[in-house]
């Protein structure tokens, strides 16, 4: 309970709106208990129709919402590719930062293949599942081994890849950022993704489109307020040239590693990495495509060095 210039304010087992006036001595307790009302009614806002609004802008369509290529408004399925001894709590365990799963079968083809037909919430979700699980890879709990995940629109496991894909784009700059899923939250107003996850800590997406990706390269800071208020982000390009030298031995420092990349052309972004057990992994990114051909050779023999 708190008492502010005469009035009694009370938050326990009470409305979200529930404001008690007590004794109103003056005009600044009537402005004082205005203020808290705001407050209390922008919170509602925020945590009740926001979240709907972002479900109804995918489902009805707004100024910037595209559709998905592959799957059509009201499809709210998706197939997943699986082995025989795959259990329930396997499946709950991979979709569980998706959100709910309203149903999910075992359909098995006319040669024996077995998949899972998972039916989530809404398109939005479905999206989600293909952009940030897609492809990735999970290590099997107790077991160690390292198994992909694959989802398809169709029962007949089509790939949900673009023939031709479009660079992908990369957050520069620090920010911390919750999850892939959060992520989505954030890009998807620009278009429909093939693909949006955080990796080895650099928040990374690609479009379907050439149009949705500048789109968002001018107006991503629009899609969030830790994007506005983070003046140090830039939203960039990978080049189409990247190398990946990767199981690089311990002893590797960075100055040396980027003048022995250097040696086979110009270095337009690079960066570094601590994998742990695996070693030290190491991209790089050339301004023309027969130099990141000769340094692709290169990679190859750093490992063993």
């Not at 996850?197 to 390269?217: C, G, H, K, T």
Request: proline share 5%; glycine share 4%.
């Amino acid at each position: 309970m708190l008492a502010c210039n005469g009035i009694i304010l009370t938050s326990s087992v009470e409305p979200p709106l529930g404001v008690h006036c007590a004794i109103i001595k003056d005009p600044c307790s009537i402005l004082a208990l205005g203020a808290h009302i705001a407050l209390y009614l922008t919170l509602l806002v925020h945590q009740i129709f926001i979240p709907r609004y972002r479900l109804v802008a995918m489902t009805k369509g707004s100024r910037r919402f595209t559709p998905h290529p592959l799957l059509s408004t009201g499809q709210r399925e998706l197939y997943m590719q699986v082995s025989r001894d795959v259990t329930w709590y396997r499946v709950k365990t991979i979709m569980k930062p998706i959100g709910d799963v309203k149903c999910v079968e075992k359909v098995v083809d006319k040669e024996g293949n077995q998949r899972l037909r998972i039916r989530f919430e809404d398109v939005y979700h479905a999206e989600m599942a293909l952009a940030t699980l897609n492809t990735c890879t999970k290590v099997l709990r107790n077991s160690g081994i390292r198994e992909e995940i694959r989802f398809s629109h169709t029962p007949r496991m089509e790939s949900a890849m673009p023939e031709e894909p479009i660079c992908r784009q990369y957050l520069k700059g620090n920010i911390s950022i919750v999850n892939n899923q959060t992520l989505f939250e954030w890009f998807r107003q620009a278009g429909p993704l093939v693909m949006c996850r955080i990796q080895d800590d650099i928040p990374v997406v690609q479009y379907w489109s050439e149009m949705d990706a500048e789109f968002a390269r001018q107006s991503f800071r629009k899609f969030h307020f830790k994007l506005q208020c983070n003046a140090s982000l830039k939203l960039l390009t990978f080049s189409p040239f990247c190398v990946v030298a990767k199981n690089l031995p311990q002893q590797v420092v960075s100055s040396r590693m980027k003048e022995v990349f250097s040696l086979y052309g110009e270095i337009i972004h690079w960066r570094l990495l601590n994998q742990r057990e695996e070693g030290y992994r190491c991209y790089v990114s050339y301004s023309e495509e027969h130099e990141g051909q000769r340094a692709s050779i290169a990679a190859d023999t750093l490992g063993s060095d």
